[in-house]
């Protein structure tokens, strides 16, 4: 139900209590005191028909008794009462419920049966739910403690979302010391209902929330939680904590590939994909909490390190080493500035080391400097214990110099007595501090991530030289005659020729039963060739002796023959033989690479890069990647190993074409997206031989699946179903399809098409280009939340733009907003209705049932295209501006039908 009736939750005017009582240290006693002590403003009703009064409220039997409609019930009631009450909910009107109680699930089949039962009468009834087994909901903004935690944080705008009501208790309680305000503290329990992915698109779209952490013990609606990611991520940090790491998976898994995509790899790829940032310890989490709430995100990896300590300032330059960073340069006029204050055997590098007998005045100057400079991205504060420094004076002028500064400055000031009161004015002024070095530089780098995660974002995919072309057709029928047969791995040669199929270089490989059969292939395909063990049982070739290479002549391959079946039996007595594969033998490769997939449970498919070779376990050299890839993320994804080093070339080694592998990796991952029933592929070697792969050997597996494609990916692929062949008023055939990342440049010269009036009218301000940041937001789709079609010329040989539409989805899915842009040259033709029209029927289509748009009163043009298709318009609030609003369940785009359906 998406952020549907959370504010009910989070921003109630009314709260019952169900199960308040006046019994001491209960936590129906303890919800009602701290509604009361958190300042709630709003109106309290406790139930429970035990009581006539509980903390001198007057008490109702049940919430169907109320005199009005309630907003948020918190519910603090042994759980087998809980779907009775969930009922009672329902009748009241209830927007949503909090459900403290234990004993659900994670007590096994009755507590599931009855989460189930819960799950299904809140649906039925649209009653939004919390919980069971959790702590509670903080929003310090509208003073609401529907909790049975301690204390009320402070206000603030960072927000916290937890799985665990232990782990928030405790980052609550840290928070106190350390002076760290919250606007909104969850904890979030088993997830029978409201999940991460709704939290963060509520979070998201709420403007007092800068920043999101989250402690994940597992996941649930998987590609929710991916799309409402990337949309937050791009406009707010969100840092995981993420537990129950496993390599059980890795143990189980059948081939190189499953042993390599581990659950918790999956995870980390998942996140990264998603731009989040994940910590690995409680104290990571706090630190990162501390920094993104007191002070700006940095804007780079420019650190100055300022110490009165030698020591700990190597040890700080160690921990951003540990990162690949180094401290910053110094300037030259930086370091002549410096010279002029500080004394003569200061360090002159980065870090600063003041001297130990540092002034207050020393510190602060040269803090002050460092500023001024420019040349920094955040400054690091380290004190000792010295005789001759104050820490408390140079706390005051540290807080009071940083008041001045929208900068970040943060502080390791290592001791214990001596630095307590000095730590606390920091806190107090709102600087991070931290105990070591070390911890201070983990949360900056974390933040650093995050900044390259957004760079990173707003990078554009190159165009690949020649377009992939794909045998969907061919993949198809044979899949569908060897899921006749069996499920489970197909032999090399057929798994070859699907990969083929789909554009993947692979060697020349026929199947042989017999000793003459491979010897005839052999002749076939030509000396030297390769013989392979075929066999469903043994998954690693080289450990039964079943690869023999470079075989150049009858007998050889007679030999080899021999040999591989009486290796095969030997190693697996039990194992079904099919034969060898012969192939092409290719010598002495430059690299030898894997590259597969496995299906995981949560996320679908994973598809992995890597050092390949028989050495791959051992290496653990690898990458993951979630499909569907484009050039962009298939560099980056090898871009994580070691390997990639040498790919670039080494010694007398040629480099491999980065761009053939960027289209393998493509290729690989359209398979994924195509065919859910791929359960596993893995291709070990796949070798490089000057400059081009080619896989060697490779293995499919396959499964049954209920999942049709695209359902089971967590990240919504180019929709090709949304491609529409159609003629413009004159006659003119356009193209009208989604948009896709490498849609950049084809939409920078829509933009230089544009008069100064339509560039006004379509962004509200004079441009004269596009920034990078926003070419990659208007390229770069999630197909679940908006809808974005381009039309192009279907005559030329070149791509030509001629205009965008599209409609974002606001997070209930229900309503959202429409733009439109199409170049001058070509107005008048029909393009925007029939562009604009068609993105209004999809989004019909997907239930949207209200769409609007602002558009500027002198936009006459707009606003009759507004009227044509259905739209009426509104005065806004602005004189300048009118709010175009239609509603889609009444809307008619009949005319569409008119024009060829979709190809």
């Given at each position: 139900?998406?952020?549907?009736?959370?504010?009910?939750?989070?921003?109630?005017?009314?709260?019952?209590?169900?199960g308040?009582?006046?019994?001491?240290?209960?936590?129906?006693?303890?919800?009602?005191?701290?509604?009361?002590?958190?300042?709630?403003?709003?109106?309290?009703?406790?139930?429970?028909?035990?009581?006539?009064?509980?903390?001198?409220?007057?008490?109702?039997?049940s919430?169907?008794?109320?005199?009005?409609?309630?907003?948020?019930?918190?519910i603090?009631?042994?759980?087998?009462?809980?779907?009775?009450?969930?009922?009672?909910?329902?009748?009241?009107?209830?927007?949503?419920?909090?459900?403290?109680?234990?004993?659900?699930?994670?007590?096994?089949?009755?507590g599931?049966?009855?989460?189930?039962?819960?799950?299904?009468?809140?649906?039925?009834?649209?009653?939004?739910?919390?919980?069971?087994?959790?702590?509670?909901?903080?929003?310090?903004?509208?003073?609401?403690?529907?909790?049975?935690?301690s204390?009320?944080?402070?206000?603030?705008?960072?927000?916290f979302?937890?799985?665990?009501?232990?782990?928030?208790?405790?980052?609550?309680?840290l928070?106190?010391?350390?002076?760290?305000g919250?606007?909104?503290?969850?904890?979030?329990?088993?997830?029978?209902?409201?999940?991460?992915?709704?939290?963060?698109?509520?979070?998201?779209?709420?403007?007092?929330?800068?920043?999101?952490?989250?402690?994940?013990?597992?996941l649930?609606?998987?590609?929710?939680?991916?799309?409402?990611?990337?949309?937050?991520?791009?406009?707010?940090?969100?840092?995981?904590l993420?537990?129950?790491?496993?390599?059980?998976?890795?143990?189980?898994?059948?081939?190189?590939?499953?042993?390599?995509?581990?659950?918790?790899?999956?995870?980390?790829?998942?996140?990264?994909?998603?731009?989040?940032v994940?910590?690995?310890?409680?104290?990571?989490?706090?630190?990162?909490?501390?920094?993104?709430?007191?002070?700006?995100?940095?804007?780079?990896?420019?650190?100055?390190?300022?110490?009165?300590?030698?020591?700990?300032?190597?040890?700080?330059?160690?921990?951003?080493?540990?990162?690949g960073?180094?401290?910053?340069?110094?300037?030259?006029?930086?370091?002549?500035?410096?010279?002029?204050?500080?004394?003569?055997?200061?360090?002159?590098?980065?870090?600063?080391?003041?001297?130990?007998?540092?002034?207050?005045?020393?510190?602060?100057?040269?803090?002050?400097?460092?500023?001024?400079?420019?040349?920094?991205?955040?400054?690091?504060?380290?004190m000792?214990?010295?005789?001759?420094?104050?820490?408390?004076?140079?706390?005051?002028?540290?807080?009071?110099?940083?008041?001045?500064?929208?900068?970040?400055?943060?502080?390791?000031?290592?001791?214990?007595?001596?630095?307590?009161?000095?730590?606390?004015?920091?806190?107090?002024?709102?600087?991070?501090?931290?105990?070591?070095?070390?911890?201070?530089?983990?949360?900056?780098?974390?933040?650093?991530?995050?900044?390259?995660?957004?760079?990173m974002?707003?990078?554009?995919?190159?165009?690949?030289?020649?377009?992939?072309?794909?045998?969907?057709?061919?993949?198809?029928?044979?899949?569908?005659?060897?899921?006749?047969?069996?499920?489970g791995?197909?032999?090399?040669?057929?798994?070859?020729?699907?990969?083929?199929?789909?554009?993947?270089?692979?060697?020349?490989?026929?199947?042989?039963?017999?000793q003459?059969?491979?010897?005839?292939?052999a002749?076939?395909?030509?000396?030297?060739?390769?013989?392979?063990?075929?066999?469903?049982?043994?998954?690693?070739?080289?450990?039964?002796h079943?690869v023999?290479?470079?075989?150049?002549?009858?007998?050889?391959?007679q030999?080899?023959?021999?040999?591989?079946?009486?290796?095969?039996?030997?190693?697996?007595?039990?194992a079904?033989?099919?034969?060898?594969?012969?192939?092409?033998?290719?010598?002495?490769?430059?690299y030898?690479?894997?590259?597969g997939?496995?299906?995981?449970?949560?996320?679908?498919?994973?598809?992995?890069?890597?050092?390949?070779?028989?050495?791959?376990?051992i290496?653990?050299?690898?990458?993951?990647?979630?499909?569907?890839?484009?050039?962009?993320?298939?560099?980056?994804?090898?871009?994580?190993?070691?390997?990639?080093?040498?790919?670039?070339?080494?010694?007398?080694?040629?480099?491999a074409?980065?761009?053939?592998?960027?289209a393998?990796?493509?290729?690989?991952?359209?398979?994924?997206?195509?065919?859910?029933?791929?359960a596993?592929?893995?291709m070990?070697?796949?070798?490089?031989?000057?400059g081009?792969?080619?896989?060697?050997?490779?293995?499919?597996?396959?499964?049954?699946?209920?999942?049709?494609?695209?359902?089971?990916?967590?990240?919504?692929?180019?929709?090709?179903?949304?491609e529409?062949?159609?003629?413009?008023?004159?006659?003119?055939?356009?193209?009208?399809?989604?948009?896709?990342?490498?849609?950049?440049?084809?939409?920078?010269?829509?933009?230089?098409?544009?008069?100064?009036?339509?560039?006004?009218?379509?962004?509200?301000?004079?441009?004269?280009?596009i920034?990078?940041?926003m070419?990659?937001?208007?390229?770069?789709?999630?197909?679940?939340?908006?809808?974005?079609?381009?039309?192009?010329?279907?005559?030329?040989?070149?791509?030509?733009?001629?205009?965008?539409?599209?409609?974002?989805?606001?997070p209930?899915?229900?309503?959202?907003?429409?733009?439109?842009?199409?170049?001058?040259?070509?107005?008048?033709?029909?393009?925007?209705?029939?562009?604009?029209?068609r993105?209004?029927?999809?989004a019909?289509?997907?239930?949207?049932?209200?769409?609007?748009?602002?558009?500027l009163?002198?936009?006459?043009?707009?606003?009759?295209?507004?009227?044509?298709?259905?739209?009426?318009?509104?005065?806004?609030?602005?004189?300048?501006?009118?709010?175009?609003e239609?509603?889609?369940?009444?809307?008619?785009?009949?005319?569409?039908?008119?024009?060829?359906?979709?190809?």
């Amino acid at each position: 139900m998406g952020i549907y009736h959370l504010d009910r939750i989070f921003q109630p005017e009314s709260v019952a209590v169900i199960g308040a009582t006046e019994t001491e240290n209960s936590i129906g006693n303890a919800l009602m005191t701290n509604l009361e002590n958190g300042g709630f403003t709003g109106k309290i009703i406790p139930i429970n028909p035990k009581y006539a009064t509980v903390k001198g409220i007057k008490t109702l039997e049940s919430i169907r008794q109320r005199s009005h409609p309630i907003d948020l019930a918190i519910i603090a009631t042994p759980i087998s009462t809980v779907p009775d009450i969930v009922d009672d909910c329902i009748a009241a009107g209830t927007g949503g419920a909090v459900i403290i109680s234990a004993g659900g699930k994670e007590t096994g089949d009755q507590g599931r049966d009855i989460e189930k039962k819960i799950q299904e009468k809140a649906y039925a009834g649209s009653l939004r739910l919390i919980g069971p087994n959790c702590l509670g909901i903080i929003n310090t903004e509208t003073k609401l403690n529907a909790s049975f935690a301690s204390d009320m944080p402070s206000r603030g705008k960072l927000a916290f979302v937890s799985q665990s009501g232990a782990i928030c208790t405790s980052i609550l309680d840290l928070s106190f010391k350390e002076k760290i305000g919250f606007s909104h503290f969850v904890s979030i329990g088993s997830m029978v209902d409201v999940d991460f992915g709704d939290m963060i698109d509520y979070l998201g779209n709420d403007s007092r929330v800068t920043s999101i952490l989250l402690y994940i013990e597992n996941l649930t609606r998987i590609r929710k939680f991916m799309s409402a990611a990337r949309a937050v991520s791009r406009i707010k940090p969100i840092v995981v904590l993420k537990s129950g790491r496993s390599d059980a998976g890795a143990r189980a898994a059948s081939s190189h590939t499953g042993a390599l995509a581990g659950e918790d790899a999956v995870y980390d790829a998942a996140f990264k994909r998603a731009g989040i940032v994940r910590v690995n310890t409680i104290a990571q989490l706090f630190d990162c909490a501390e920094l993104m709430a007191k002070t700006p995100r940095p804007r780079g990896s420019r650190l100055a390190i300022i110490t009165n300590g030698g020591g700990p300032g190597v040890m700080a330059t160690d921990a951003l080493g540990s990162h690949g960073l180094e401290p910053a340069p110094l300037s030259r006029e930086l370091t002549e500035s410096l010279d002029d204050l500080l004394p003569q055997f200061w360090s002159r590098n980065n870090p600063i080391d003041i001297l130990g007998d540092a002034t207050r005045e020393r510190f602060i100057n040269t803090v002050d400097l460092c500023h001024e400079s420019r040349s920094f991205d955040g400054i690091l504060t380290i004190m000792v214990p010295q005789a001759l420094t104050d820490p408390e004076s140079v706390a005051e002028a540290l807080a009071a110099s940083a008041r001045e500064k929208n900068f970040p400055i943060f502080a390791s000031w290592i001791g214990g007595k001596r630095m307590e009161t000095a730590v606390a004015v920091l806190n107090q002024a709102k600087i991070p501090t931290y105990e070591t070095p070390e911890r201070a530089i983990q949360a900056f780098v974390f933040m650093v991530a995050y900044g390259k995660n957004l760079e990173m974002l707003a990078q554009i995919p190159r165009k690949l030289s020649n377009k992939l072309q794909y045998d969907h057709n061919k993949v198809h029928n044979l899949l569908q005659d060897h899921m006749k047969q069996d499920t489970g791995f197909l032999s090399e040669a057929a798994s070859k020729e699907i990969l083929s199929a789909y554009g993947i270089p692979v060697n020349t490989t026929q199947a042989a039963a017999t000793q003459e059969d491979a010897v005839s292939m052999a002749k076939k395909i030509g000396f030297p060739v390769a013989l392979k063990l075929m066999s469903p049982d043994i998954s690693h070739k080289t450990d039964a002796h079943g690869v023999h290479l470079n075989l150049q002549s009858d007998d050889a391959v007679q030999n080899a023959f021999g040999k591989i079946m009486e290796g095969a039996k030997a190693y697996n007595p039990d194992a079904h033989i099919e034969g060898v594969s012969v192939q092409q033998y290719i010598d002495s490769p430059d690299y030898e690479l894997l590259i597969g997939a496995k299906s995981d449970v949560s996320f679908g498919p994973v598809i992995v890069f890597g050092s390949g070779g028989i050495f791959t376990e051992i290496l653990k050299d690898r990458a993951l990647g979630l499909p569907p890839l484009n050039r962009l993320l298939a560099q980056r994804m090898m871009e994580d190993t070691r390997v990639f080093t040498l790919l670039q070339g080494f010694r007398n080694l040629p480099p491999a074409d980065m761009e053939a592998l960027e289209a393998l990796l493509m290729s690989v991952s359209q398979l994924l997206v195509d065919f859910p029933q791929i359960a596993e592929l893995d291709m070990n070697p796949v070798i490089v031989k000057d400059g081009l792969p080619r896989a060697v050997d490779a293995r499919i597996r396959l499964e049954d699946t209920a999942e049709d494609s695209p359902l089971h990916l967590v990240i919504s692929p180019y929709p090709d179903e949304l491609e529409f062949h159609e003629k413009t008023d004159d006659g003119k055939n356009i193209f009208i399809r989604p948009v896709t990342p490498e849609d950049a440049s084809l939409f920078t010269k829509l933009f230089e098409s544009l008069s100064p009036t339509s560039i006004y009218h379509r962004f509200f301000s004079a441009m004269k280009e596009i920034s990078p940041a926003m070419l990659a937001r208007f390229t770069q789709v999630d197909y679940d939340r908006e809808i974005a079609l381009t039309a192009l010329d279907a005559t030329s040989k070149n791509e030509k733009m001629f205009g965008i539409a599209r409609v974002i989805s606001d997070p209930d899915g229900n309503t959202g907003e429409f733009s439109i842009l199409i170049g001058d040259p070509w107005h008048g033709q029909g393009i925007g209705a029939n562009l604009l029209g068609r993105v209004l029927q999809i989004a019909k289509n997907r239930k949207m049932e209200t769409i609007r748009g602002i558009v500027l009163r002198e936009n006459r043009k707009m606003i009759a295209l507004g009227k044509r298709l259905g739209f009426t318009p509104r005065t806004d609030e602005d004189p300048g501006e009118i709010t175009l609003e239609i509603d889609l369940k009444e809307a008619d785009f009949s005319f569409l039908d008119k024009n060829p359906a979709a190809v």
